[in-house]
Structures are given as structure tokens and as C-alpha cells.
T-cell receptor
Framework: DAKTTQPTSMDCAEGRAANLPCNHS???????VYWYRQIHSQGPQYIIH???NNETNEMASLIITEDRKSSTLILPHATLRDTAVYYC??????????????FGTGTRLQVFP | GAGVSQSPSNKVTEKGKDVELRCDPI?????LYWYRQSLGQGLEFLIY????????KSGLPSDRFSAERTGGSVSTLTIQRTQQEDSAVYLC?????????????FGPGTRLTVT
């Protein structure tokens, strides 16, 4: 399974864009990049996922480099409620026999006023 | 609609006792997952169900841990003869199917404390 590397922590001013990087240099061609976040004392929450094209939804944008070895999650206008641990996950091959998310240590994002 | 629910939300038990943790997935979700998160740590996969079958039990840490799912819905995680190192938050997730790119929806977790 591909391993991901993320900074331990980041700060962002409220209203500014938060750009969270992730390295996944050993990713395989059929593996997707997923982002989840975990707000304190809650279960993880799905944010976005992508294969090779950039993706955008109501929560965030995902930029994946052309070689797919790294990606960036962008929260365009961070709010205090975006303070959480953000996990970048390369999803294990999805077959009937196995389907799981392998979480690393994530990036602790602190949004300040 | 209703999300994934788990019960109890908190459980304190004495070392050596058995505990049962319950998960109610989102209605219609065929895939169900158990994870655990020890204090200050990331999430650790335990077991994956597709319907009532568990094709991947690779994350269960010992034979004291078992899980079942009945009727393709509710799942129970049982820990026998609990140890202090079992203290953690146990999280359940479900998804529409266990293949493809469907995201997993997580419940709020059960905080287990073994004294």
C-alpha cells in the first residue's frame, strides 16, 4: 500500500485559503487519493477524492500533480470550524475481499481568528 | 437521513471483563468497517464486512476480538477478557458498497476505558 507523508501541523488565518500538502510517491496507477478530516472527539468526515484530475466540491479542491506523486487539499476560505486533523489516504485496491482506509498521522490544521 | 450510530457512547469496564460494542450502519449500506483509535494516535483498521461476510479480518489484534453482522445491518464488536491496552475509541463506518470509490461514513465512536 502506498504510504503518505504530511506535515504534522499547519496554521491558517480565518478567511484565507488553507493549502494542505501530501506526498504519495509510491502510489500505483489504480489507487485513488482520499482526504478525510477529524474534528476533535468526532468520527472522520469524508472531504474529497481523486485519481489524476483535479477535483472540486462544496467543501474543498484537490490538486494532484501530473506524476501523481503529490497532492494538495485546498480549503478556499478557512473558518474556525475547519480546525481539525486532515488525513491524506491512498486507498487500498478495492475488491470484494478487502476494502479499508489506512490512516497516517495526518496534519493538524489550526485556523485562528 | 440518519447517519451511522454507535452504542454505547462511553463504556468503562474492569480488566478481564467482556464488552460488546454495537454499530448501526446507514440503511442500505452493504459494507461495514470497524476501526479503533488509541489516545493521540491515528485510526487502525480492524475488520471489514461485505453483507454478513467478513472477507478481511486482518486488523483484529488478537483472538480476544471478534465481530459479527446479522441481516446485513447491525454489527457487534466483542472484546473478551479486556486488557488495559484495549482502551481506545472504537469507530464504525459504512459505505454503499465495498468496492469502487464510495466514501465511508463514520459514526461518533464508542470510547472504551479498561480499568
Amino acid at each position: 500500500d502506498a504510504k503518505t507523508t504530511q506535515p504534522t501541523s499547519m496554521d491558517c488565518a480565518e478567511g484565507r485559503a488553507a493549502n494542505l500538502p501530501c506526498n504519495h510517491s509510491t502510489i500505483s496507477g489504480n489507487e485513488y487519493v482520499y482526504w478525510y478530516r477529524q474534528i476533535h472527539s468526532q468520527g472522520p468526515q469524508y472531504i474529497i477524492h481523486g485519481l489524476k484530475n483535479n477535483e472540486t466540491n462544496e467543501m474543498a479542491s484537490l490538486i494532484i500533480t501530473e506524476d501523481r506523486k503529490s497532492s494538495t487539499l485546498i480549503l478556499p476560505h478557512a473558518t474556525l470550524r475547519d480546525t481539525a486533523v486532515y488525513y491524506c489516504i491512498v486507498r487500498v485496491a478495492m475488491t470484494y475481499n478487502t476494502d479499508k482506509l489506512i490512516f497516517g498521522t495526518g496534519t493538524r490544521l489550526q485556523v485562528f481568528p | 437521513g440518519a447517519g451511522v450510530s454507535q452504542s454505547p457512547s462511553n463504556k468503562v469496564t474492569e480488566k478481564g471483563k467482556d464488552v460488546e460494542l454495537r454499530c448501526d450502519p446507514i440503511s442500505g449500506h452493504t459494507a461495514l468497517y470497524w476501526y479503533r483509535q488509541s489516545l493521540g494516535q491515528g485510526l487502525e483498521f480492524l475488520i471489514y464486512f461485505q453483507g454478513n461476510s467478513a472477507p478481511d479480518k486482518s486488523g483484529l489484534p488478537s483472538d480476544r476480538f471478534s465481530a459479527e453482522r446479522t441481516g446485513g445491518s447491525v454489527s457487534t464488536l466483542t472484546i473478551q477478557r479486556t486488557q488495559q491496552e484495549d482502551s481506545a475509541v472504537y469507530l464504525c463506518a459504512s459505505s454503499l458498497v465495498g468496492t469502487g470509490t464510495y466514501e465511508q461514513y463514520f459514526g461518533p465512536g464508542t470510547r472504551l476505558t479498561v480499568t
